[in-house]
């Protein structure tokens, strides 16, 4: 089946980077776009970003422009998400999906399972 | 920058139907997804493009979009359908293609 597992919690300092990969199974990884939204504690979704994993091609949502970077490992059907210059408000579950269809803006099915990013001194 | 509506907060008595409403700009001209999440757990696609449903999702669960106002219905409602549910688009008005989720919709089943 279609599954995608997340990696371990994270505790980071204010100012740190965090990278969250995201290891797909169950499909041909680099035929469906992969997001990543996050979810702060109590809070709602928000979006992050997109990429492809074919191409390479990403998308970021404009408030983490500078701030985050989607990469992939093909090899190893792995997406990853690198957020820089942690602050406390980054504190959230972090959340990767793939996208449903082929083309690309369709939604979200499956998630993964979630990794805590929790930031703090 | 595109806004999605959701009430904050639903609540209907076992067996009876639930209504959650997703409001915005003309959303009748865009593909509505809902999800489910209940705590603890990821979110769980239970509509996509407006009124289809994945498998495994029971039939309970229906959608529709016109106008401003999408709504997804959950008919016969049990204990287990207490969650959060979220509505998403994509909005493509810029040249940069952004993903929308409403604010979110706590279910309580009375």
């Known amino acids: 089946q279609v599954q995608l597992v997340q990696s371990g919690a994270e505790v980071k300092k204010p100012g740190a980077s965090v990278k969250v990969s995201c290891k797909a199974s169950?499909?041909?990884?680099?035929?469906?776009?992969i997001n990543w939204v996050r979810q702060a504690t109590g809070q709602g979704l928000e979006w992050m970003g997109w990429m492809n994993p074919n191409s390479g091609n990403t998308g970021y949502a404009q408030k983490f422009q500078g701030r985050v970077t989607m990469t992939r490992n093909t090899s190893i059907s792995t997406a990853y998400m690198e957020l820089s210059s942690l602050r406390s408000e980054d504190t959230a579950v972090y959340y990767c999906?793939?996208?449903?269809?082929?083309?690309?803006?369709?939604?979200?099915?499956?998630w993964g399972q979630g990794t805590l990013v929790t930031v703090s001194s | 920058s595109y806004v999605l509506t959701q009430p904050p907060s639903v609540s209907v008595a076992p067996g009876q139907t639930a209504r959650i409403t997703c409001g915005g700009n003309n959303i009748g001209s865009k593909s509505v997804h809902w999800y489910q999440q209940k705590p603890g757990q990821a979110p769980v696609l239970v509509v996509y493009d407006d009124s289809d449903r994945p498998s495994g999702i029971p039939e309970r669960f229906s959608g529709s979009n016109s106008g401003n106002t999408a709504t997804l219905t959950i008919s016969r409602v049990e204990a287990g359908d207490e969650a959060d549910y979220y509505c998403q688009v994509w909005d493509s008005s810029s040249d940069h293609p952004d993903v929308v989720f409403g604010g979110g919709t706590k279910l309580t089943v009375l």
């Open positions: 169950g499909y041909t990884f680099t035929s469906y776009d």
């Open positions: 999906a793939r996208v449903g269809a082929v083309a690309g803006i369709s939604w979200f099915d499956p």
